[in-house]
């Protein structure tokens, strides 16, 4: 997501009172929507949000977009703002690998208390742009580079961030992974990796980041 810049950021997302519903396959076609109540004192529908997504996979194509948006907890001079998050992304398997293409359009209507990002102290806006590709060197060994172009059209700043992922199976459940990330940000843009300051984007302006996660995965 937009706001929530982190290459080593949660796994999933934790939503309070959702109600949601995924739609099986038809003709390689599937949608979902996911709805999280509200209940604020003297609002019930502060706090609350919905995310609606379809997607497509046929053959060696696949594509997908979602809409989500969130209401803010809290009003702040009376107002409960609100968080927009559009994304599209799909991709093309041309055997030995698969080429990617992501991107995200963020907008928030100003300060709040969210569930899914911590607040900023202003409206803003930003979009995100990512290639990748993958490429499968051996049966057992996955290679992915990606490029993550991340534009904040309020504050005029943007940032990169350049990634490369290694996968080799030991066996059918069992994985060895590396994931090196290194971040630039520029024209006073703060963002981070890893969060760990009160900075917007919980980095430091126009200073870079380079992150190295080591992990195995397995698979029951």
Same mark, same amino acid.
């Given at each position: 997501?937009?706001?929530?810049?982190?290459?080593?950021?949660?796994?999933?997302?934790?939503?309070?009172?959702?109600? #949601?519903?995924?739609?099986?396959?038809?003709?390689?076609?599937?949608?979902?929507?996911?709805?999280?109540?509200?209940?604020?004192?003297?609002?019930?529908?502060?706090?609350?949000?919905?995310?609606?997504?379809?997607?497509?996979?046929?053959?060696?194509?696949?594509?997908?977009?979602?809409?989500?948006?969130? #209401?803010?907890?809290?009003?702040?001079?009376?107002?409960?703002?609100?968080? =927009? @998050?559009?994304?599209?992304?799909?991709?093309?398997?041309?055997?030995?690998? #698969?080429?990617? @293409?992501?991107?995200?359009?963020? #907008?928030?209507?100003?300060?709040?208390?969210?569930?899914?990002?911590?607040?900023?102290?202003?409206?803003? =806006?930003?979009?995100?742009?990512?290639?990748?590709?993958?490429?499968? !060197?051996? &049966?057992?060994?996955?290679?992915?580079?990606?490029?993550?172009?991340? =534009?904040? &059209?309020?504050?005029?700043? =943007?940032?990169?961030?350049?990634?490369?992922?290694?996968?080799?199976?030991?066996?059918?459940?069992?994985?060895?992974? !590396?994931?090196?990330?290194? @971040?630039?940000?520029?024209?006073?843009?703060?963002?981070?990796?890893?969060?760990?300051? &009160?900075?917007?984007?919980?980095?430091?302006?126009?200073?870079?980041?380079?992150?190295?996660?080591?992990?195995?995965?397995?698979?029951?």
């Amino acid at each position: 997501a937009v706001f929530r810049y982190s290459e080593f950021d949660a796994v999933s997302e934790l939503f309070n009172n959702v109600i #949601k519903y995924a739609s099986p396959s038809y003709g390689g076609f599937k949608g979902g929507a996911l709805y999280s109540l509200g209940g604020e004192a003297g609002n019930n529908s502060a706090g609350s949000l919905y995310n609606v997504g379809a997607q497509y996979a046929g053959g060696p194509f696949f594509v997908g977009a979602t809409y989500y948006e969130e #209401k803010s907890a809290v009003a702040v001079a009376g107002e409960f703002n609100t968080y =927009k @998050l559009t994304t599209v992304g799909g991709s093309f398997d041309f055997g030995i690998g #698969k080429a990617r @293409l992501g991107y995200a359009n963020a #907008k928030i209507g100003g300060p709040g208390t969210f569930q899914s990002i911590a607040s900023l102290p202003a409206a803003t =806006k930003a979009y995100v742009v990512e290639p990748g590709v993958d490429f499968n !060197v051996t &049966t057992a060994l996955t290679l992915s580079a990606d490029v993550v172009y991340r =534009k904040n &059209t309020d504050q005029s700043n =943007k940032s990169m961030v350049y990634r490369f992922l290694a996968l080799y199976n030991l066996s059918k459940r069992t994985a060895l992974l !590396v994931n090196v990330a290194h @971040l630039a940000n520029y024209d006073g843009a703060s963002e981070s990796l890893l969060g760990s300051s &009160t900075n917007v984007g919980g980095g430091f302006a126009d200073r870079s980041q380079t992150g190295i996660a080591l992990g195995i995965r397995h698979s029951f």
